[in-house]
């Protein structure tokens, strides 16, 4: 008996430009070479057209196809299928200096599930198919562009477990396609069901059927299970297979020996629903955890409900991650009260004022020119963005110390995209302190700004003066020809003690003044020609301030943008 499948669900592969690309294994499989075509003023199909469009995808056998040809304003589409729980792979190779591609994957409704595009020779993606069905590979050019390529397609199913059976019509050996359905439960007879429902479409040659089998993880999140079997030609009904087959387990490990190696097309670890601590390193002699060449993640773990990864006192590093093909480390947590990462380093041997050595986390870009770190997750709103750091808000004397070798560099506004950005200082009540802007206008909150008569704040110009200087400026009265004035106790502190200082009066009268004498605690004012004067005057006191800063207009070089880029 050889039966067609009845009702084949339908997705689409198809092959894209400028998408963010997807990590996949490398299809291997037949080669399948097609006619030579040419790109350029006269590009040439090559002889799997006509496939321009999802309707007209020509079908093709998992294996490489070249060499290819997108040609202008000719999107070329093919279609395969996939099993449900297999996983496609598709490449596509080209010399992007003659034409950038990409490539895209759609389902049937014509919903993007994977994509690759990237200015490299290369574009790849893996994609694990939810549910049977077809898709279809498009083929198009970034700004329509022109090119030659080759196309690798394979599929693959890591995590899946083999199904061999023997199917029988009549009593007699059963040939061709059938559909097989696959459903867990949680007991033998009766029953809930436990996670997905699967359907494939395979091939009985003298009744034997031969196929791979996968379950979401989500379906092993109880033991024992059973696994019920249905089966049907194309235009029957499900016969249910009896008895239902015990899923045999593995022992679950509570410990791994020194030196254990986990490895796999995969994630090498996953760790999901866990009450207490995902996993514990105690005492490592080098290295807590080390993952090399890793494809995806090196680690997943999930639903943790203490720590995900905990490790205590490893002689070297505590996890190593090399070639990871995303994050190297990831974390994530749902709690206001524990951070999503913690790193401790408890070495008490720290010279706590030279603050070497013993560090918490130490990070470093690429080739010394990417951001070492990186803060914020852009989430659309308003503040979502900000990266902050803050001291530990559980100690009320925290501080937050920046310690360099040589230069701090704040750049403002990198991309170019905002209108007067700036960086700012704030007091405890969010009030604006210190500001500059990054035209580099300053403005402290006690001195360059002024309210006019329309009570409108305004900007002021700072004067420069030749030396580093100081002023004070005030108000007395000459009383019969003489007045002595003392300094206020606050300036005369920040002056040098030998009364080097410059007074300027202004009488507020017809009586000529000068300064008779000045010691560091006053000065003496008399009136001209020893006259005998009342009045009221004005004065202005000019000092140099105590400290290193006394040479006269030194020298100085202008800060150019090479510079702040160091």
């Not at 049977?132 to 083929?139: E, F, K, L, M, Q």
């Not at 092993?220 to 009904?237: D, H, I, W």
Request: hydrophobic share 35%; aromatic share 8%; net charge negative.
């Amino acid at each position: 008996m050889s039966k067609k499948f009845a009702y084949p669900l339908i997705f689409i592969i198809l092959v894209l430009f400028g998408l963010g690309a997807a990590q996949a294994e490398r299809g291997t499989g037949e080669n399948h070479p097609a006619l030579n075509p040419s790109v350029g003023a006269a590009c040439v199909d090559d002889n799997l057209e006509n496939n321009d469009t999802p309707a007209a995808a020509r079908p093709l056998a998992w294996g490489t196809y070249t060499p290819l040809a997108r040609c202008l304003n000719d999107d070329d589409y093919f279609e395969v299928e996939l099993p449900a729980g297999y996983e496609a792979v598709v490449e596509l190779t080209f010399i992007h200096a003659n034409g950038d591609l990409d490539i895209k994957l759609l389902n049937e409704n014509g919903d993007d599930v994977a994509s690759s595009g990237t200015s490299s020779n290369n574009e790849k993606f893996t994609y694990r198919a939810p549910e049977r069905g077809r898709y279809v590979i498009h083929v198009y050019g970034y700004q329509n562009a022109e090119n030659t390529y080759s196309l690798t397609i394979s599929r693959q199913c890591s995590g899946c477990f083999s199904y061999q059976g023997i199917l029988e019509d009549g009593g007699q050996p059963l040939n061709g396609e059938v559909d097989l359905r696959f459903t867990l439960y949680d007991k033998l007879v009766d029953g809930s069901q436990v996670g997905m429902t699967l359907e494939q479409q395979v091939t009985a040659v003298n009744g034997l059927v031969n196929t791979q089998v996968y379950f979401d993880r989500a379906s092993y999140t109880t033991f024992p299970l059973f696994l019920e079997v249905a089966v049907r030609p194309a235009g029957g009904s499900y016969t249910t297979l009896s008895p239902r087959q015990e899923l045999a387990t593995v022992p679950v490990a509570t410990t791994l020996t020194a030196g254990a190696e986990i490895s796999g097309t995969g994630t090498s670890l996953y760790l999901t629903s866990l009450q207490g601590t995902g996993l514990v390193i105690n005492e490592a002699g080098d290295d807590g955890i080390r993952i090399d060449n890793a494809g995806d993640d090196g680690i997943q773990i999930e639903n943790v409900g203490d720590d995900g990864i905990y490790i205590i006192n490893p002689t070297e590093t505590g996890v190593w991650v090399s070639n990871a093909g995303k994050s190297a480390v990831a974390g994530e947590n749902n709690s206001t009260a524990f951070p999503a990462g913690l790193f401790l380093n408890q070495d008490t041997t720290i010279n706590p004022t030279s603050r070497s050595g013993g560090i918490g986390i130490y990070t470093r870009g690429a080739n010394g020119v990417a951001a070492d770190l990186v803060l914020g997750a852009n989430d659309g709103t308003l503040f979502g963005d900000d990266g902050v750091i803050t001291s530990d808000p559980n100690y009320i004397h925290s501080d937050i110390v920046l310690a360099t070798h040589d230069k701090v560099v704040i750049k403002l506004d990198i991309d170019n995209n905002t209108s007067g950005a700036y960086f700012e200082i704030l007091d405890v009540n969010g009030n604006s302190r210190f500001r500059v802007t990054e035209d580099g206008t300053i403005t402290p909150a006690n001195s360059v700004m002024a309210v006019n008569d329309q009570e409108e704040s305004v900007g002021m110009y700072m004067l420069g003066a030749t030396e580093n200087r100081i002023e004070d400026f005030g108000s007395s009265t000459l009383a019969n020809g003489t007045a002595i004035v003392p300094l206020a106790v606050d300036f005369a502190n920040l002056i040098p003690a030998d009364g080097l200082y410059h007074v300027y009066l202004t009488p507020l009268g017809d009586c000529p003044l000068f300064v008779a004498n000045k010691t560091a605690a006053e000065f003496t004012v008399r009136a001209m020609g020893e006259a005998n004067c009342t009045i009221n005057f004005d004065y202005r006191i000019v000092a140099t301030i105590n400290g290193p800063e006394s040479e006269r207009l030194p020298q100085v070089t202008p800060l150019t943008s090479e510079e702040g880029a160091e």
